[in-house]
C-alpha cells in the first residue's frame, strides 16, 4: 500500500523562528491534507492540497504532487504551535486516508 | 454551526468487554469516518460509513463493527476488549459523498483505556 514519510520526526524551536516540514508520499495520490494535533487530542484540519500552494496566516503548504511531496511552512513560529503535525492521504481508489507518523514540533519562549 | 461530537471523552474498561463510542457529525455532514491512534502504530483508518452504509473498512479484526443511522450519527463497538485496544478513537465528517474529495473535521476522541 502507499506510504506516507514525514521528516523531521521531532522539531524544537525558539519563538518566532520558522521551519519547513515534509511529507514524502509513495504513490500518486487523490488529495493530501495536513493536520495539526493539540495536546490534547484535537485533529485540526490545517490545508486540504492536492497540488499548487495555499496561504492561511502564518502557515502556508506547497504539494507537488508529480515529485510526490508535500511542505509546510511555519513561519514566525509561536508557542500555541506546539503538537503533532500530520499529513495524511488518500490512496487512489479513495478508500482509505493513509496518515504519516507526524512530526512533534515544541515551541519555547 | 457545532463541530464533530464523540462521546464518552474518556472511558475505562477491562479485558473482555465490549464499548460502544458515538459520533455526532456536524450538521449536514453525511460521510463519517474512524480512525485508531495508539503510540505504537499512529493514525490507522477503522471505517467509513456515508448514507447509512459502509463503504469501507480498514484492516481490523471483526471485534471492530460501526454503523450509521438515519441521522447521520455513527457509532462504533469494540467487543472482546484487548489490552491493545487502548487507544484514542477519533470521528471525521465530511460534507462529500467522497471522503477523499473534502476536507474532514474531526471530533476531540474518545480516549479508551482497557486494564
Known amino acids: 500500500g502507499i506510504q506516507v514519510e514525514q521528516s523531521p520526526p521531532d522539531l524544537i524551536l525558539q519563538e518566532g523562528a520558522n521551519s519547513t516540514l515534509r511529507c514524502n508520499f509513495s504513490?500518486?495520490?487523490?488529495?493530501l491534507q495536513w493536520f495539526h494535533q493539540n495536546p490534547w487530542g484535537q485533529l485540526i484540519n490545517l490545508f486540504y492540497i492536492p497540488s499548487g500552494t495555499k496561504q492561511n496566516g502564518r502557515l502556508s503548504a506547497t504539494t507537488v504532487a508529480t515529485e510526490r511531496y508535500s511542505l509546510l511552512y511555519i513561519s514566525s513560529s509561536q508557542t500555541t504551535d506546539s503538537g503533532v503535525y500530520f499529513c495524511a492521504v488518500h490512496n487512489q481508489a479513495g478508500t482509505a486516508l493513509i496518515f504519516g507518523k507526524g512530526t512533534t514540533l515544541s515551541v519555547s519562549s | 454551526k457545532a463541530g464533530v461530537t464523540q462521546t464518552p471523552r474518556y472511558l475505562i474498561k477491562t479485558r473482555g468487554q465490549q464499548v460502544t463510542l458515538s459520533c455526532s457529525p456536524i450538521s449536514g455532514h453525511r460521510s463519517v469516518s474512524w480512525y485508531q491512534q495508539t503510540p505504537g502504530q499512529g493514525l490507522q483508518f477503522l471505517f467509513e460509513y456515508f448514507s447509512e452504509t459502509q463503504r469501507n473498512k480498514g484492516n481490523f479484526p471483526g471485534r471492530f463493527s460501526g454503523r450509521q443511522f438515519s441521522n447521520s450519527r455513527s457509532e462504533m463497538n469494540v467487543s472482546t476488549l484487548e489490552l491493545g485496544d487502548s487507544a484514542l478513537y477519533l470521528c471525521a465528517s465530511t460534507d462529500g459523498q467522497a471522503s477523499w474529495a473534502n476536507v474532514l473535521t474531526f471530533g476531540a476522541g474518545s480516549r479508551l483505556t482497557v486494564l
Open positions: 504513490d500518486s495520490v487523490n488529495n
